[in-house]
């Protein structure tokens, strides 16, 4: 008597997927092995923001006020929802606290993207993740850096804690 083998057509393709997008992932989201936490000094970071400026943490930021940085893309749900709240807090505080948009999303979307949500504050895209590679940070991730280059809040979305701590670095 043999035995056929037999093998379940959806959980091969569903295994596959998830291991295509896990795949996928370490491409589009490089981490580092270790990331960086509250307490530590920031990384140097350069970038461009979408209306071409150039911007270097330690030649134009360090130093000079307190650094808000959320990472966001286009096509997050939670995103959508928390750029608004991020943009109301530039507002009030964009004079004393450099506010920052690190977008790990696709390029040619982010400007509709910008006007659609009315955001002010500077926008940079992450050109190979590097900064959020640098950071340890994710989509999400935001964090706040004292004038002196410690980072002194980190947390995923947009959270009341945030606030308290941005209220006390914009004093």
Same mark, same amino acid.
């Given at each position: 008597?043999?035995?056929?083998?037999?093998?379940?057509?959806?959980?091969?393709?569903?295994?596959?997927?998830?291991?295509?997008?896990?795949?996928?992932?370490?491409?589009?989201?490089?981490? *580092?092995? #270790?990331?960086?936490?509250?307490?530590?000094?920031?990384?140097?970071?350069?970038?461009?923001?979408?209306?071409?400026?150039?911007?270097? #943490?330690?030649?134009?930021?360090?130093?000079?006020?307190?650094? #808000?940085?959320?990472?966001?893309?286009?096509?997050?749900?939670?995103?959508?929802?928390?750029?608004?709240? @991020?943009?109301?807090?530039?507002?009030? #505080?964009?004079?004393?606290?450099?506010?920052?948009?690190?977008?790990?999303?696709?390029?040619?979307?982010?400007? *509709?993207?910008? *006007?659609?949500?009315?955001?002010?504050?500077?926008?940079?895209?992450?050109?190979?993740?590097?900064? &959020?590679? &640098?950071?340890? &940070?994710? @989509?999400?991730?935001?964090?706040?850096?004292?004038?002196?280059?410690?980072?002194?809040?980190?947390?995923?979305?947009?959270?009341?804690?945030?606030?308290?701590?941005?209220?006390?670095?914009?004093?």
């Amino acid at each position: 008597m043999t035995r056929k083998l037999c093998f379940n057509k959806e959980r091969i393709h569903v295994g596959l997927v998830i291991k295509g997008i896990l795949l996928l992932s370490l491409f589009l989201f490089p981490m *580092r092995v #270790y990331a960086l936490g509250v307490g530590e000094r920031s990384p140097d970071f350069r970038a461009v923001t979408i209306k071409g400026e150039q911007i270097s #943490y330690d030649r134009d930021l360090k130093g000079k006020k307190p650094v #808000y940085l959320v990472f966001w893309t286009t096509w997050c749900p939670y995103c959508k929802v928390e750029l608004p709240q @991020i943009e109301e807090l530039y507002k009030k #505080y964009g004079d004393r606290v450099e506010f920052i948009g690190v977008s790990l999303g696709i390029k040619n979307k982010i400007g *509709r993207f910008v *006007r659609e949500k009315k955001l002010s504050f500077p926008i940079v895209y992450d050109e190979g993740n590097k900064i &959020a590679g &640098a950071f340890g &940070a994710q @989509i999400q991730t935001n964090l706040l850096i004292d004038k002196r280059g410690v980072i002194v809040y980190k947390g995923k979305g947009f959270e009341e804690d945030i606030v308290k701590r941005l209220k006390k670095l914009a004093e």
